[in-house]
């Protein structure tokens, strides 16, 4: 198994910068990726962006491109959104999921963490 634990977010002005975490702990030999998912209330669940776990490779959703970025340190096994330039519509919990295998499910998840970004 595959434990996840998220830390930061919190409240922030319109324009400003929040990063949230992941810590990854467990059988971390078993993931193939970490991707990052918000839901904004009365919003289905949403690609926000992806890590391949063994070489760094990233991917984002087209419309969050330039604005969010995605790392990681291979020593603590975390992995970081840093998020710019927020507005308002990117009030969400944001949730960091692995997955075993390319194009397979989200097997684990974090609890979320809540990032609100005020006008």
């Known amino acids: 198994q595959v434990q996840l634990v998220e830390s930061g977010g919190g409240l922030v002005q319109a324009g400003g910068s929040l990063s949230v975490s992941c810590a990854a702990s467990g059988r971390t030999s078993s993931i193939y990726g970490m991707g990052w998912f918000r839901q904004a209330p009365g919003k289905e669940r949403e690609f926000v962006a992806h890590?391949?776990?063994?070489?760094?490779?990233?991917a984002y959703a087209d419309s969050l491109k330039g604005r969010f970025t995605i790392s990681r340190d291979n020593a603590k096994d975390t992995v970081y959104l840093l998020m710019n330039s927020l507005k308002p519509e990117d009030t969400a919990v944001y949730y960091c999921g692995t997955r075993s295998r390319f194009g397979g499910d989200y097997d684990y998840w974090g609890q979320g963490a809540q990032v609100t970004v005020s006008s």
């Open positions: 890590m391949r776990w063994n070489d760094g490779s990233t």
